[in-house]
């Protein structure tokens, strides 16, 4: 049985989940089809995503094609609780979530979603199957495969799969083109920087902004910032990001981009509102606080909230208090006073300022988490490990999205296709 906040919100949910629904019109297209067809007939899915509207019309998709579903957030702070009990109230899906939750309440709600014994699990950061890796081992003979949403949770996959311990197939959604793309660049460009503005209500312009971490997500959010009038530095490192790739040339991609570059030691002292979106912890830390300007903002969009560590800051503190809903005051023993946003977890998905990316976004990742649920059903050999998103699937996603916009592009005709796999002609 379902477990949420307080079921008298679910008509104002309803509402937040009917907007959304009338703006995700490529999730429309596949539920339709989804319908007649019902790929997931007589399927489990455990689901840990950030639960609030654009996930419920997901959660609704998957049920539409004949799916059992159990969903729990795959975050303390990020449910939506009038969402999450629309979705209870309507007794088609089995939700355990609500926002503000202890650790202790956060894994009851992932174990609830596992009690449901899926086949299928779609993961965000990789806590649900992890625990199904740790604690409920006994589970793992039923699953089929999962599909995980973000690049941190890639991360751990690849790492769980290293070893040896990944038990069996994930589609790395992350890394599908029409997801990183989009979601991660515009989708969190616009998401944090809306947020950070409805948790202070601060002017942007003239600010100085330190963003830490100039991937998908730092990138979108540095140019909005811009945008927007602000001063903005990087802050980027000198480490590898997989085998083609490395923190030096997103460096570089900031200064050629017309930003400032540094290490955050040198940008401490400088910035009035910092923003994390790394992947990785400490990224500010005690020793960065000490530099940092008397009413400096520090916020965190990288999936964790290990980036910014709030322990050394408390320990650095006299006294702390929560100032307004999603701001607390940290005020240091030398007089200065931080301000941490959304406890440093997800600034843009933290209820009550964090409203999640735009629709049209999610409508595109979740299309991809749905069609590969439906490709995990089909029940083909896969092996153990992380998967790429099938190519077909990932254009055909961009191409529904383009086609939801009106936009139809043309095919290269026979003699340019010819062209572009040619390699003796040169002119
Ligand atoms: N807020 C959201 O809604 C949202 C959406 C998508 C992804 N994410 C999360 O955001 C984080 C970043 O995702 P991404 O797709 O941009 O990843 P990415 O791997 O493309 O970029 C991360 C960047 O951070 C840099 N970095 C690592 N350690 C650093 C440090 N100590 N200081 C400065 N820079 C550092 C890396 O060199 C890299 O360029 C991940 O945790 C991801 O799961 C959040």
Sequence with gaps: MSKVKNISLAAE???????????????????????????????????????????GILLETLVAAGAKVAAASCNPL????????????????EIFAWAGQT????????????DSKPHIVID????????????RKDLLSNIMGGCE??????????AMHREGALKFPVFAVNNAHSKFLLDNQFGTAQSATEA????????VAGKTVVIAGYGWCGRGIASRMKGMGANVIVVEVDGTLGPHESGLQRG?????????????????????????????????????????????????AGHFNNEINEVELKKMSKETHELKDNVMQYSLKDGRRLYLLSEGRLVNLSRPSGQGHPIEIMDGSFAVQALCVQELAKGKKMPAGVHNVPKELDDSVARMLLESQGIRLQKPTAEQAKYAEEWKEGT
Aim: proline letters at 1%.
């Design 252 to 300: 570089l991609q900031a200064l050629y981009d017309g930003y400032r570059v540094m290490d955050m030691d040198k940008a401490a002292s400088e910035g009035d509102i910092f923003v994390t979106a790394t992947g990785n912890k400490n990224v500010l830390a005690k020793s960065h606080f000490e530099k940092m300007k008397d009413g400096a903002i520090l916020a965190n």
């Design 196 to 203: 950070i503005m409805r948790c202070t209500n601060k002017l």
């Design 78 to 93: 990020t449910t939506d609780d009038r969402v999450a009990s629309a979705i209870a109230q309507d007794g088609k899906i």
């Design 13 to 55: 949910g309803q509402k937040e989940l009917e907007w959304a629904r009338l703006n995700m019109p490529v999730l429309a297209k596949i539920r339709s089809d989804f319908e007649k067809a019902k790929p997931l007939k007589g399927i489990r899915i455990g689901v840990a995503l950030h639960l609030e509207k654009k996930t």
């Design 149 to 158: 949403e973000t690049t941190t949770g890639i991360v751990r996959l690849w």
């Design 103 to 114: 650790n202790e309440e956060y894994y009851w709600c992932l174990n609830s979603v596992l």
């Design 124 to 135: 965000d950061g990789c806590d649900l199957i992890n625990l199904l890796h740790t604690k």
